[in-house]
């Protein structure tokens, strides 16, 4: 079976970071030179992965233009002989179909990945949260779920070891063992706190999803802050089959909020060849 679609929800408001995303995405925040979707994006390609829905809102048109053609700009770069960033530009959209629908009131992530549907078709997919940027070791990080989904045949979550911290922020896993790094994922307690959490492992991140997620969908009634969750979608399809988790290997960085964001910038300003000497004596001299 060959995956090629996916699916990245950017309708959400962007409150932890008012008030820049007044006016900016906060799907379009720069880590150094590149948007924090593009570098998803990157990854989805080396996972070969080359039909992706954008779900967005009518104030995040800046996504749309982002991922689309600009023939004035590469004209512009062309005659001013600007060859290497011409290169960079059309990498953007090299190989790869770009597709938005938009989700016209904040309904939850649930109703978002709802509004791709017809994008999706009758075929497994990929729903990666812009808020999680995953990066892959030696095989890609979406490759990685894709050999999960081939041997299992259910629907795959991500899950990372954590800390305290985190399992008072993240959903964190109930699981029962199955191999290595899969497990069979029992239930997902949402933000326990140390006292409950059934484990140290956090949902975050990617997920391969089954067409019949959007069926459930259409039957799971309003949670939390009256919003459609996918997570409750996922836990009646549990009830029914397994539903697996993964600790993948790879590098996990929290964008979605202000020191995730500003420790992402820091770990891959040192990982650039160009950037890294500078910026260390930088760290050094603080």
């Known amino acids: 079976m060959e995956f090629k679609k996916a699916v990245i929800p950017c309708a959400g408001i962007g409150t932890r970071f008012l008030p820049a995303t007044k006016a900016i995405p906060k799907e379009l925040f720069p880590i150094i030179d590149k948007p924090i979707t593009q570098l998803i994006v990157d990854e989805f390609k080396r996972s070969n992965i080359s039909n992706i829905t954008f779900v967005i809102n009518k104030e995040k048109e800046a996504i749309k ?75 890609p990080y979406f490759t990685q779920l894709i050999e999960v989904y081939k041997k ?61 997620i959007f069926k459930f969908l259409k039957k799971t009634k309003p949670g939390r802050d009256g919003e459609i ?31 995730g964001f500003l420790k992402t910038i820091v770990k891959m300003t040192l990982q650039r060849e160009d950037l890294k000497e500078d910026f260390q004596k930088f760290l050094n001299n603080l």
Not at 123 to 134: G, H, Q, S
Not at 237 to 255: H, L, T
Request: hydrophobic share 35%; charged share 30%; aromatic share 10%.
């Open 65 to 139: 233009n982002y991922f689309s053609s600009d023939k004035k700009l590469e004209a512009m770069l062309k005659s001013r002989q600007k060859t290497d960033l011409l290169k960079e530009i059309k990498k953007i959209n090299e190989g790869t179909k770009f597709n938005f629908v938009y989700q016209n009131e904040p309904k939850g992530n649930g109703d978002a990945v709802l509004c791709a549907e017809k994008m999706i078709g009758n075929e497994p997919f990929i729903v990666n949260w812009a808020d999680d940027l995953i990066i892959g070791g030696k095989v």
């Open 152 to 212: 299992y045949r259910g629907i795959v979550l991500s899950v990372v070891k954590t800390d305290e911290a985190g399992q008072r922020r993240y959903g964190i896993i109930k699981p029962k063992r199955i191999s290595s790094r899969v497990f069979q994922v029992i239930s997902v307690v949402e933000k326990p706190g140390p006292e409950r959490a059934p484990s140290n492992l956090a949902h975050i991140g990617g997920f391969i999803l089954t067409p019949k």
């Open 229 to 259: 969750w996918l997570q409750d979608a996922i836990s009646e399809i549990s009830k029914k089959e397994p539903v697996y988790a993964y600790e993948f290997d790879g590098q996990y960085y929290d964008v979605g909020e202000k020191l």
